[in-house]
């Protein structure tokens, strides 16, 4: 099976630390979202959070999805100045976060 090609997408699971507020979190979200206003790379931003009946998420309840123009876009991302920024806002307030970076691939039957 061939891998996808074109759009980067780059995920945050986060777990945040006990006694972050839910107005943390969301000036966080806020502050993310934000990021496609400073950083030309970054094409989009959504989020959610866990709703899975399964209770496997080992604490990571938050997801954070970013889509690029390829794995360049992610790495000037990853670099920019308001990403690192960003990061040192939020990074305090998680206890624990995986990131993965992946090409969406639609499978052919």
Same mark, same amino acid.
């Given at each position: ?17 006990? @006694?972050?507020?839910? =107005? =943390? ?6 502050? /993310?979202?934000?990021?496609? %206003? ?6 989009? !931003? ?8 399964? %209770?496997?998420?080992?604490? !990571?309840?938050?997801? !954070? ?7 360049? @876009?992610?790495?000037? !991302? ?7 920024? /960003?990061? %040192? ?6 206890? %624990?976060?995986?990131?993965?970076? /992946? ?7």
């Amino acid at each position: 099976m061939e891998e996808g090609k074109g759009d980067v997408k780059h995920m945050l699971l986060a777990k945040f630390k006990e @006694g972050v507020s839910e =107005q =943390q979190i969301e000036e966080c979200i806020k502050q /993310y979202a934000n990021l496609v %206003n400073l950083i030309p790379s970054m094409k989009s !931003f959504r989020w959610g959070r866990d709703v899975s009946q399964e %209770n496997l998420h080992q604490g !990571f309840t938050h997801v !954070f999805e970013s889509t690029f123009e390829s794995t360049q @876009g992610v790495a000037e !991302f990853l670099s920019h100045p308001d990403h690192e920024a /960003y990061g %040192n806002i939020l990074r305090p307030l998680l206890e %624990n976060f995986i990131t993965v970076d /992946y090409h969406p691939t639609p499978v052919q039957l």
